[in-house]
């Protein structure tokens, strides 16, 4: 029974406990697990479901090399074994889940019977559309928080241009975001109960964090509601462009990829004419000015994908940088994997994992001066239950 690697970071000492599977409670625990904290995830007998997604190696999922780094993994079945878990809610200072609304309660571990173990525990609930409201008690994975958050009827395709339905954005952005925001909710939380900066009297209790996968992607909905009340506007999909500024929008390259031109201020606009061949434009008065250039953007917008269709998309980014015009490559994984600058941050680090071998995890998304960003992974993901032993003999002391 190995204690797992001593830990850095500035959540060091904030004691973390996990009942989540698939995606959102666990990604809001990565980020506290990144930041130090000590994560224990407890999973159902066999594991999270989430190790039977994606690509595997001897049967051990690639995915949850990092969506279990740095947390200890215990085996625990919550319809038997209540009294452990409660012990585990005794001496933690927060508790992250993400089951339908209602689904602790069913297991006996609301936030009553929480709070009667821990008065000082704070518990983040992250359910598909929240924890009342006529929607409470419906199923939702990622795809509908999408959907009803309003950012699927976005990234449509602009009326008349397709048939085909609006993509999703490629990855589980809803699950991501309810995540990102649980885990700003739970410390908000903790600052509160625990008066950190002096200015207020620590409350000394627990608080209970109620968020959502809907209102999660709604929140990113921008000016879009007070639009709407003024005068019943309804922002419609615009593609690549943004249909308040120009240029700006993605364009085809002689070698098949597409490249993401930024250059909708005055200053930008001129450079970038005079590297695409058109320096006449750059003084044209007609497009003098981002809302004469957005009257007229289909021109403009053609003028640019004219030069760019003449040379691969590396070349143009070159030409365009040196310019000083903000643009890139649209990048996939292997470009991301293979960049300098991702490499030179630890932003893509090699990591050797006793599961599947070598390979390859995301640095730390926030960065602190001091702490080295190759240190945040201090063990990828875990085999099922491999710390139970120690959870259970060393920190409860069973």
Known sequence: MQPPPQRT??????????????????????ILADLGAEVIKIEPPGGDPFRGWGAAVDGNSVWFSVHGRNKLSIELDLKRDRAVALKLA????????????????KLGLGPA????????????????????GPYRDKPAFGAIGEAMGGIRHLTGH??????????????????DLAGMYAAIGLLSAV??????????????R??????NLVDSVF??????????????????????????????????????????IAGNSDLIFRRLMGVIGRPELGSDPLYATNADRCARREALDAAIAAWTRTLPAKEAEAALEEADVPCSRLFDIADCAAD???????????????????????????????????????????????????????LLGE
């Not at 000492?13 to 666990?26: R, S």
């Not at 600052?191 to 000394?204: K, L, V």
């Not at 922002?235 to 943004?242: S, V």
């Not at 001066?369 to 060393?394: I, L, Q």
Request: proline share 10%.
């Open 191 to 204: 600052w509160q109960r625990d008066g950190a900066n002096g200015d207020h009297a620590p409350t000394g």
């Open 113 to 132: 019977d929480l709070h009667a173990a821990n008065p000082r525990l704070v518990i983040a609930r992250i359910s598909g559309y929240g924890q009342d």
């Open 90 to 105: 005794a001496r933690a200072d927060v508790l992250v889940e993400n089951f339908r609304a209602g689904g602790l309660e």
């Open 206 to 211: 627990g608080r209970v964090i109620d968020v």
């Open 219 to 260: 929140s990113l909905m921008e000016g879009m509601l007070p639009e709407y009340a003024m005068d019943g506007r309804v922002r419609q999909p615009a593609g690549a462009a943004l249909p308040t500024a120009s240029p700006t929008n993605t364009y085809p390259c002689a070698d098949g990829r597409w490249l993401c």
């Open 9 to 30: 970071g500035p959540l060091v000492g904030l004691k973390v406990l996990e009942i989540g599977h698939y995606i959102a409670a666990p990604f809001c625990t990565r």
């Open 340 to 394: 300098p600058h991702f490499r030179a941050r630890a932003a893509v680090q090699e990591i050797a994992d006793p599961l599947i071998g070598r390979t390859l995890h995301p640095g730390p998304a926030i960065r602190l001066d001091g702490d080295a960003p190759e240190a945040v992974v201090a063990w990828p993901g875990a085999a099922v239950g491999a710390h139970t032993d120690y959870v259970r003999k060393v």
């Open 158 to 175: 602009p009326a008349g241009s397709s048939d085909l339905p609006p993509p999703r954005c490629g990855i589980s952005i809803s699950d």
